[in-house]
C-alpha cells in the first residue's frame, strides 16, 4: 500500500525568502511522485514529477525537489518566495497498487506569503 | 494533444436531488480515469478510479456511483444527493505512471 505524509499543513514565508514544503512517502515499489499546485478554486497544475530519472527534478515557476530514496522524502524548494506562490500543494505517489496506478494524494500544505 | 473536460463548472442542488457530472478525456486512448473529493480544508480524497469501459472501483463507501459508458467519458452520479455531498470535484486521467491530468473541477454544493 502506498501513502503520502505532508509533514506541514501551512507553511507562512515572507516574500523573497526561501520555501521549504515537506513530503514523506510510502510505497511498495518504485513510485513515480509529484508536486502538484491548486490556487483557490482552480484544478490541479503540475509542478514537477519524479519517475526514477535524476533524483533532483527542477520544475515550473522555480521549484525544485529532491528525491531521497533513504529518507523516503520529496520535499520541494524554492529559493524565493513570490506573492503569486500562496496556494496549497499537494504531493502525490503512484505506484501500481493492486494491479492499477492509483495517484494518491497528501493532506496538502497551504503556502502562505507575506509582503 | 490530451485534454480534459469537466461541467458543469458549479452546481447547487437541493438535499436529495439526483446528480450527473460528465467528465471526458480528447487525445489518448484506454486512459485511467479518476474521480476526486475535496472537502473544504482537507486533501483529495479518492472516491472511483477505472481502467477500462465499464470497469469502475469504489474507494470509498457513499452516496455515489460512477460510471464509464465510453472509453474516455467518467460520469459520477447519485440518486439522492445529501448535504455532505457538498465539495469540489475533481475528474483526472493518467496513463501508467504518468502525471495525472486534472480537469477544472465542479464546485457542488448541496442546499
Known amino acids: 500500500a502506498q501513502s503520502v505524509t505532508q509533514l506541514d499543513s501551512h507553511v507562512s514565508v515572507s516574500e523573497g525568502t526561501p520555501v521549504l514544503l515537506r513530503c514523506n512517502y510510502s510505497s511498495s515499489y518504485s513510485p513515480s511522485l509529484f508536486w502538484y499546485v491548486q490556487h483557490p478554486n482552480k484544478g490541479l497544475q503540475l509542478l514537477l514529477k519524479y519517475t526514477s530519472a535524476a533524483t533532483l527534478v527542477k520544475g515550473i515557476n522555480g521549484f525544485e525537489a529532491e528525491f531521497k530514496k533513504s529518507e523516503t522524502s520529496f520535499h520541494l524548494t524554492k529559493p524565493s518566495a513570490h506573492m503569486s506562490d500562496a496556494a496549497e500543494y499537494f504531493c502525490?505517489?503512484?505506484?501500481?497498487?493492486?494491479?492499477?496506478?492509483?495517484?494518491?494524494f497528501g493532506r496538502g500544505t497551504s503556502l502562505i506569503v507575506h509582503p | 494533444s490530451q485534454t480534459i473536460h469537466q461541467w458543469p463548472a458549479t452546481l447547487v442542488q437541493p438535499v436529495g436531488s439526483p446528480l450527473s457530472l460528465e467528465c471526458t478525456v480528447e487525445?489518448?486512448?484506454?486512459?485511467?480515469l479518476y474521480w476526486y473529493r475535496q472537502a473544504a480544508g482537507r486533501g483529495l480524497q479518492l472516491l472511483f478510479y477505472?481502467?477500462?469501459?465499464?470497469?469502475i472501483s469504489s474507494e470509498v463507501p457513499q452516496n455515489l456511483s460512477a460510471s464509464r459508458p465510453q472509453d474516455r467519458q467518467f460520469i459520477l452520479s447519485s440518486k439522492k444527493l445529501l448535504l455532505s455531498d457538498s465539495g469540489f470535484y475533481l475528474c483526472?486521467?493518467?496513463?501508467?505512471?504518468?502525471?495525472?491530468?486534472f480537469g477544472q473541477g465542479t464546485r457542488l454544493t448541496v442546499v
Open positions: 483526472a486521467w493518467a496513463a501508467g505512471t504518468t502525471e495525472a491530468f
Open positions: 477505472s481502467v477500462g469501459i465499464g470497469q
Open positions: 502525490v505517489v503512484s505506484d501500481r497498487t493492486g494491479g492499477s496506478y492509483i495517484p494518491t
Open positions: 487525445g489518448t486512448s484506454n486512459p485511467n
